[in-house]
């Protein structure tokens, strides 16, 4: 596999073929780069829907309404769709709970070292939270991450895919019960095949020169 080739190959996809489903291979792997995307200090602040089914892709096009209702082909006609979801807060019992994973998951030596983790972390959420005051920003910062790790993971599984943060954050908060589980609405990512109406499938990628935005030292 050639990296470098994946991210010049890739492409936002502007139109799916609806008939075109991904197997149940490529969705289980869709769904470890989600659960295994990178996040500071392993803070893990979201939660992903993937929508599947007519129903479930229906839920989320209700976002896609208004203003927006251009994106709502590329919910319907694709084969899933994740929606990004960023917690609206980080409080003292989630810390605890990711501590307590953590523990399980056996990455403790000591209880000194659960300690240190705690102080660290820590140190940065409430820095956010207090100091900085942009906590739902620098939690959303992590989601993005989740955001690439799917982007090119998709391409490296010959999938195609359409980020789109054009949607009606009310309108896909009350599709989705948003609000009660304390989650706001992120990023959303269609995932499937392009059909031969797509027109970006078709046309040159445009990048600023190289030198302009890359700086060796």
Same mark, same amino acid.
């Given at each position: !596999? ?8 890739? *492409?936002?996809?502007?139109?799916? @073929?609806?008939?075109?489903? &991904? ?5 289980? /792997? ?16 979201? $939660?992903? +829907? ?12 209700? %976002?896609?309404?208004?203003? *927006? ?10 084969? $899933?769709?994740?929606? +990004? ?5 980080? @409080? #003292? ?6 501590? #307590? ?15 240190? /983790? ?9 820095? $956010? ?6 906590? =739902?920003?620098? !939690?959303?910062?992590?989601?993005? &991450? ?11 599984? %010959? =999938? #195609?895919?359409?980020? !789109?943060? %054009?949607? @009606?954050?009310?309108?896909? #908060? ?16 269609? &995932? ?9 499938? $078709? ?7 190289? @030198? /302009? ?5």
């Amino acid at each position: !596999m050639n990296i470098a080739e994946l991210a010049q190959k890739r *492409y936002t996809t502007k139109s799916f @073929d609806p008939a075109r489903k &991904l197997s149940a291979e490529h969705v289980a /792997q869709i769904e470890a780069l989600l659960h295994y995307s990178p996040s500071s200090t392993n803070a893990q602040p979201w $939660h992903f +829907f993937i929508a599947g089914t007519e129903e479930g892709r229906a839920a989320v096009a209700r %976002g896609a309404s208004g203003f *927006y209702a251009f994106n709502e082909p590329k919910i319907r006609n694709a084969s $899933h769709v994740v929606v +990004f979801c960023t917690r609206a807060a980080i @409080d #003292d019992a989630y810390l605890e709970q990711l501590l #307590d994973q953590e523990q399980r998951d056996a990455r403790f030596a000591s209880a000194e070292a659960r300690a240190g /983790q705690q102080r660290g972390r820590a140190h940065f959420v409430n820095a $956010h939270r207090y100091a900085l005051r942009d906590a =739902i920003h620098w !939690m959303e910062k992590q989601v993005y &991450l989740a955001v690439g790790t799917l982007l090119l993971g998709a391409a490296a599984l %010959g =999938i #195609d895919a359409c980020p !789109m943060e %054009g949607f @009606d954050a009310d309108a896909l #908060d009350q599709a989705l019960g948003l609000r009660e589980r304390g989650l706001v609405g992120s990023v959303i990512v269609s &995932l499937g095949y392009h059909s031969p109406e797509d027109f970006n499938a $078709h046309l040159p990628k445009s990048r600023l020169p190289l @030198d /302009q935005i890359l700086t060796r030292l």
